[in-house]
């Protein structure tokens, strides 16, 4: 394996465009090449073994190396690799899954669209979105509200209605129809209030830009429970309370983005439970096949549900691969085993509380680490100039970047989103394998704080 890493290394920099990547400056150091998984560990063709805290790009809940779920697509395969669900057909994986997902999920959502990514799941919410109120009998009601430092994707829906401003930068987003409001991220914009205090105010941003725009234009309010691209920004408990009432007030459909959220990664099956409110509508994708093979879905609430299929017509919109076979074959064993194996369950009683303990414990002794904060197995902290100040690094995203590396090098995966550094392991880590992971991170902020913020020698 090891002599092969230099011939993949050119081939990649030869013929690969990286996602969310600078090409050049990447083929300058070359990519680090992964080529086997079990558990939370990944293997690079060098030998080296790491801990993937960040469960790859939060989607693995189960785990790496289930050959269950091989063995599951392989079946599906050979009996039926693929046909559509568009015209009048469907299939018994399809069905089954479905009705699997209208057990998982909270009481009166009973309809689920299929799509292959998180990015889909989005566009499709849009579209639906906006159909709905056009087959009800609205069709002014148009325009979704977003937040800033809200991720929801790539394609042109998904880049739109979050709020990252480095992707709206590129390709004139968003497109016209998409707002955006300020996120509730309490260290930052709350400082002279109580995180209850600011949890009302930062909902009634949200009423503030219905006004702006007016309630009979605005179709839905859009929201990750909890921010994960954006940094792990988890809501004060007032936040999402508040915001289901205004959008009851004003006739707006909720909508909640649980790609990552969903499936177990807080401990609840959706984030939204976690603050007791009732979306319209969740997207999905991520921990729906644990990242096993592409396929993500839009939940759709009874209200919404019977506006389509009563008033709706035809949807025009759909993708090759909505329902496939295959990937809702894998799904339905992965979903089945975060259930019936108490995965989920166990993050929510055991393991979550642990990490969540630990966590804190690990990482509040630190100068330069503020925020420290999590539910579930999803978890962050802020790195910062001045604790008693609550002052941010100036040049917003150095010092995380500089952190991230420090991780590299020592084989953790933990990402940096700006200046917070956040983490979401498969959600079958072990307390073992949390101490472990927990510890490697230490010394890695260790070092950080003692090289990088004041300059001592490595
Ligand atoms: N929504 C949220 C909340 C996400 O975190 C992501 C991906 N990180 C997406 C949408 C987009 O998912 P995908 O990359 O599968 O298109």
């Given at each position: 394996m090891k002599q092969n890493t230099e011939a993949w290394r050119a081939l990649d920099a030869a013929h690969h465009l990286h996602p969310f990547s600078d090409t050049k400056g990447l083929n300058a150091q070359g990519a680090r090449v992964i080529t086997r998984a079990e558990g939370i560990y990944l293997w690079d063709s060098e030998g080296n073994q790491i801990i993937d805290g960040m469960a790859g790009l939060w989607c693995v809940n189960i785990g790496y190396g289930r050959k269950d779920l091989a063995e599951v697509a392989k079946r599906q395969m050979e009996e039926l690799a693929y046909y559509n669900t568009f015209f009048k057909t469907t299939n018994p994986q399809v069905a089954e899954l479905s009705k699997l997902l209208a057990e998982v999920?909270?009481?009166?959502?009973?309809h689920v669209f299929y799509t292959n990514s998180g990015s889909e799941s989005v566009d499709t919410m849009i579209r639906m979105v906006r159909h709905y109120w056009s087959s009800v009998g609205k069709p002014e009601k148009k325009v979704l509200i977003g937040r800033w430092n809200g991720y929801h994707g790539s394609t042109i829906g998904g880049a739109s209605m979050g709020g990252m401003t480095y992707m709206h930068e590129?390709?004139?987003?968003?497109?016209?129809g998409i707002v955006h409001v300020e996120q509730p991220w309490y260290y930052k914009?709350?400082?002279?209030?109580t995180p209850e205090e600011f949890g009302l105010a930062a909902a009634r941003w949200i009423e503030d830009k219905i006004l702006e725009v007016g309630a009979d234009k605005v179709a839905a309010f859009v929201g990750e429970p909890i921010q994960g691209a954006g940094g792990v920004i988890i809501p004060p408990a007032t936040y999402w309370p508040e915001v289901e009432r205004i959008c009851r007030k004003y006739d707006i459909l909720m909508v909640c983005d649980e790609v990552i959220c969903g499936f177990g990664r807080t401990g609840q099956w959706f984030g939204h439970e976690l603050y007791g409110v009732k979306p319209d509508l969740f997207t999905t994708a991520k921990g729906l096949s644990s990242g096993y093979l592409p396929i993500g879905a839009v939940f759709v609430g009874e209200r919404v549900a019977q506006g389509l299929i009563e008033?709706?017509?035809?949807?025009n919109h759909g993708f090759t691969y909505s329902g496939h076979p295959v990937c809702c074959a894998v799904a339905r064993a992965n979903v089945t085993a975060l259930r019936d194996e108490g995965i989920v369950a166990r993050v929510r009683e055991e393991t979550g509380p642990y990490m969540q303990a630990k966590w804190r414990e690990t990482?509040?002794?630190?100068?330069?680490?503020?925020?420290?904060r999590g539910v579930g197995l999803i978890q962050a902290f802020t790195l910062v100039k001045d604790k008693q100040k609550r002052e941010l690094f100036d040049n917003w995203g150095t010092m995380g970047l500089a952190c991230r590396d420090i991780f590299f090098r020592e084989n953790l995966i933990m990402r940096a989103c700006g200046d917070h550094i956040v983490a979401a392991p498969p959600l079958v880590i072990s307390k073992r394998e949390i101490d472990e992971m927990l510890g490697r991170a230490a010394r890695c902020v260790e070092e950080f704080e003692r090289v990088v913020v004041r300059g001592q020698p490595g």
């Amino acid at each position: 394996m090891k002599q092969n890493t230099e011939a993949w290394r050119a081939l990649d920099a030869a013929h690969h465009l990286h996602p969310f990547s600078d090409t050049k400056g990447l083929n300058a150091q070359g990519a680090r090449v992964i080529t086997r998984a079990e558990g939370i560990y990944l293997w690079d063709s060098e030998g080296n073994q790491i801990i993937d805290g960040m469960a790859g790009l939060w989607c693995v809940n189960i785990g790496y190396g289930r050959k269950d779920l091989a063995e599951v697509a392989k079946r599906q395969m050979e009996e039926l690799a693929y046909y559509n669900t568009f015209f009048k057909t469907t299939n018994p994986q399809v069905a089954e899954l479905s009705k699997l997902l209208a057990e998982v999920a909270p009481e009166g959502f009973e309809h689920v669209f299929y799509t292959n990514s998180g990015s889909e799941s989005v566009d499709t919410m849009i579209r639906m979105v906006r159909h709905y109120w056009s087959s009800v009998g609205k069709p002014e009601k148009k325009v979704l509200i977003g937040r800033w430092n809200g991720y929801h994707g790539s394609t042109i829906g998904g880049a739109s209605m979050g709020g990252m401003t480095y992707m709206h930068e590129q390709g004139d987003l968003p497109i016209p129809g998409i707002v955006h409001v300020e996120q509730p991220w309490y260290y930052k914009h709350g400082k002279d209030m109580t995180p209850e205090e600011f949890g009302l105010a930062a909902a009634r941003w949200i009423e503030d830009k219905i006004l702006e725009v007016g309630a009979d234009k605005v179709a839905a309010f859009v929201g990750e429970p909890i921010q994960g691209a954006g940094g792990v920004i988890i809501p004060p408990a007032t936040y999402w309370p508040e915001v289901e009432r205004i959008c009851r007030k004003y006739d707006i459909l909720m909508v909640c983005d649980e790609v990552i959220c969903g499936f177990g990664r807080t401990g609840q099956w959706f984030g939204h439970e976690l603050y007791g409110v009732k979306p319209d509508l969740f997207t999905t994708a991520k921990g729906l096949s644990s990242g096993y093979l592409p396929i993500g879905a839009v939940f759709v609430g009874e209200r919404v549900a019977q506006g389509l299929i009563e008033h709706g017509g035809d949807f025009n919109h759909g993708f090759t691969y909505s329902g496939h076979p295959v990937c809702c074959a894998v799904a339905r064993a992965n979903v089945t085993a975060l259930r019936d194996e108490g995965i989920v369950a166990r993050v929510r009683e055991e393991t979550g509380p642990y990490m969540q303990a630990k966590w804190r414990e690990t990482f509040g002794q630190f100068d330069h680490v503020d925020d420290v904060r999590g539910v579930g197995l999803i978890q962050a902290f802020t790195l910062v100039k001045d604790k008693q100040k609550r002052e941010l690094f100036d040049n917003w995203g150095t010092m995380g970047l500089a952190c991230r590396d420090i991780f590299f090098r020592e084989n953790l995966i933990m990402r940096a989103c700006g200046d917070h550094i956040v983490a979401a392991p498969p959600l079958v880590i072990s307390k073992r394998e949390i101490d472990e992971m927990l510890g490697r991170a230490a010394r890695c902020v260790e070092e950080f704080e003692r090289v990088v913020v004041r300059g001592q020698p490595g």
